[in-house]
């Protein structure tokens, strides 16, 4: 069992920043994928970014590339999102999770996290 804790999300003007962070205890395996999500008020949840815990790979949805890194700390069983250029679009309840590869469903959930851009 892994249980996430999100932190980070806060109000923030447009076109400014914030590092969300998702740790996670418990025994994390090389098949591993960690992912953040979001979701607005009114929308389905939808992916954010991914990030392989063995190797390292990520992947990013077009809404969000080139503006937010994911990345991680190893050590410290931590994932981070670092969101720049944030646009009041990003208003979102974000969510890190884990799937378990290769298998398509999301195993863990943290609670989430409140983001709001301001315009």
């Known amino acids: 069992q892994v249980q996430l804790i999100e932190s980070g999300g806060g109000l923030v003007q447009a076109g400014g920043s914030l590092r969300l962070s998702c740790a996670a205890s418990?025994?994390?395996?090389?098949?591993?994928?960690m992912d953040w999500l979001r979701q607005a008020p009114g929308k389905e949840r939808e992916f954010v970014a991914a990030?392989?815990?063995?190797?390292?790979?990520?992947s990013y949805a077009d809404s969000v590339k080139g503006r937010f890194t994911i990345s991680s700390d190893n050590a410290k069983n931590t994932v981070y999102l670092q969101m720049n250029s944030l646009k009041p679009e990003d208003t979102a309840v974000y969510y890190c999770?884990?799937?378990?590869?290769?298998?398509?469903?999301?195993?863990?959930w943290g609670q989430g996290t409140q983001v709001i851009v301001s315009s």
């Open positions: 418990g025994r994390i395996s090389s098949t591993y994928r």
């Open positions: 999770a884990v799937k378990i590869l290769p298998t398509s469903r999301y195993a863990f």
């Open positions: 990030l392989n815990w063995s190797g390292g790979s990520t």
